[in-house]
């Protein structure tokens, strides 16, 4: 039990910025850690969702109360996915080679691919939320943070790593288990949801495409390919839900 409090707590630290204590040695690797992702996800949940119930009590807009529980998202991960999602963006459409796509990626510098897209990837996300605010349909904010980090369970089992060092080169050490684990952590609270089985669908086909993408640009996934994956996801699955709201 000691073990899995502290992968869930590993999980925590690295997804999120909510300060969580300090882990004891030894330090479990973080493919182990890997189950506990949508755990991750459903303290970030529950903060959005915290702040989209505020904003909706104190009578401001739906689009309103939709952008700031965006921004709690946002805060609440460091940004963490973003810059993934940004990254991908930059390197796969600006690079002529996957070397160079790679090399791209480590740069911290944002390019204009990167931009765009993450002008339009926070755009519809704010869409979907804005429209689960309308419908006040306050669970799918937790159900769809937690169901959008199975993703880069899925991504860090299904595809090999791109380098040999790195948040994805981790990825070997996660097995059918905690794939299975993290799915039946992230499903469950969908399921429940009207149209949720319609959206997982949806969520699943928007993270099969990156990873072919993925696979043909760079040969596997990355951190930043993880974080993408996310990203994907959770605006499948928010667009899916927003549009039966």
Do not use: N
């Amino acid at each position: 039990m000691r073990q899995r409090l502290a992968e869930a707590q590993l999980a925590v630290i690295l997804l999120t910025r909510v300060p969580f204590g300090r882990l004891r040695d030894p330090v479990p690797p973080l493919g182990a850690a890997a189950w506990a992702f949508p755990l991750a996800g459903l303290l970030v949940g529950l903060i959005a969702c915290a702040v989209m119930a505020a904003a909706l009590a104190l009578g401001l807009s739906a689009p309103v109360a939709g952008g700031l529980a965006l921004g709690a998202q946002v805060m609440a991960t460091g940004a963490l996915h973003e810059d993934g999602l940004a990254d991908i963006c930059d390197g796969f459409w600006g690079g002529a080679s996957r070397e160079r796509r790679l090399e791209i990626m480590r740069d911290s510098r944002i390019g204009s691919y990167g931009t765009v897209g993450l002008i339009l990837t926070l755009g519809l996300r704010w869409l979907g939320l804005a429209a689960i605010a309308e419908a006040q349909a306050l669970a799918a904010v937790i159900a769809v943070a937690v169901a959008s980090r199975v993703a880069p369970v899925a991504l860090m089992a299904g595809l090999p790593p791109a380098r040999v060092e790195g948040l994805g080169a981790q990825g070997r050490a996660v097995g059918t288990a905690s794939v299975l684990v993290a799915a039946l952590i992230g499903v469950l609270p969908l399921l429940l949801l009207p149209q949720g089985g319609a959206a997982l669908v949806a969520a699943a086909l928007a993270v099969a495409v990156l990873a072919l993408v993925a696979r043909r640009k760079i040969g596997g996934q990355t951190g930043d390919v993880l974080g993408a994956g996310q990203q994907a996801s959770e605006i499948a699955l928010l667009l899916a839900l927003g549009a039966y709201a």
